[in-house]
C-alpha cells in the first residue's frame, strides 16, 4: 500500500471515530506537527515557548476531532498525510501567533506608556541602513513572490485568503512562502 493510499485510510478511520486510529494519527504525526509549530511560532512571536507550540498541536487536533472527524474528509490524499497535518499546524501557529501577539500588545498598553513591539518575522534582518538594500531586494522577486509576501507579512492575510487571492490551492502557500522568503534572503 502506497503512503498516500494509507495516509487516505487512516484519515477515513479517524473520520469514521476510531479510537486506535486517532492514536495512531498522533503517534504518528503529533511530533512533526510540534516540531513546525515550534519553528513557526520562534520565527514569529519572541518569547514563544514550547508549551506554546504544544498548545497549537492540540488545537489542530481539537479541530480534527470535532464534529465527529468530519475535517479529515479535507484530507484528498494529494500531498501525504503528516505533510498535510503540517500546514494545518503551521496555520494554527500563525492564528495562535497573531492572537497572542495582540493579546501581549493589549497588556502592554494597559500598562505601558510607549506602544509595544511588535513581531516581524524579518525582524532583526531590517535594519534602518538595510531598507533601500530590501526594497531593492524584494524589487527583483517575481511579481508572485513580492505580491505573496505582501500578503502574508504586510497585511497579514491568512494562507487561506492569500491563497484565493493568488488562485492556487490553499496547502501550497507554505512551500511557495518559503521559496519566496529564500530568495529575498538571497538578494539581499
Known amino acids: 500500500m502506497s503512503e498516500a493510499e494509507d495516509g487516505r485510510r487512516l484519515a477515513a478511520r479517524c473520520a469514521s471515530g476510531e479510537a486506535a486510529a486517532w492514536e495512531i494519527l498522533q503517534a504518528r504525526h503529533a511530533s512533526g506537527m510540534r516540531r513546525a509549530a515550534a519553528a513557526r511560532l520562534r520565527a514569529v512571536l ?3 515557548s514550547e508549551g506554546d507550540a504544544e498548545e497549537v498541536v492540540q ?3 481539537t479541530k480534527l ?3 465527529s472527524g468530519r475535517a479529515l ?3 484528498d490524499g494529494r500531498a501525504r498525510l503528516g505533510t498535510w497535518l503540517v500546514a494545518l499546524a503551521l496555520r494554527e501557529a500563525t492564528d ?3 492572537a497572542e501577539g495582540r493579546a501581549r500588545a493589549r497588556a502592554l498598553h494597559a500598562g505601558a506608556a510607549e506602544p509595544p513591539e511588535v513581531p516581524s518575522p524579518l525582524q532583526g534582518l531590517v535594519h534602518s541602513e538595510d531598507v533601500a538594500r530590501l526594497g531593492k531586494a ?3 522577486l517575481p511579481g508572485r513572490d513580492r505580491l505573496l509576501l505582501r500578503l502574508i507579512y504586510w497585511e497579514t492575510l ?4 492569500a491563497a484565493r ?3 492556487v490551492a490553499e496547502g501550497s502557500i507554505s512551500p511557495l512562502l518559503d521559496r519566496a522568503r529564500s530568495a529575498l534572503l538571497a538578494a539581499f
Open 96 to 98: 495562535f501567533s497573531r
Open 158 to 161: 491568512s494562507y487561506r485568503e
Open 73 to 75: 474528509l479535507g484530507f
Open 138 to 140: 524584494l524589487e527583483g
Open 65 to 67: 476531532a470535532a464534529d
Open 165 to 167: 487571492i493568488l488562485g
Open 46 to 48: 519572541p518569547g514563544a
Open 59 to 61: 488545537r489542530v487536533m
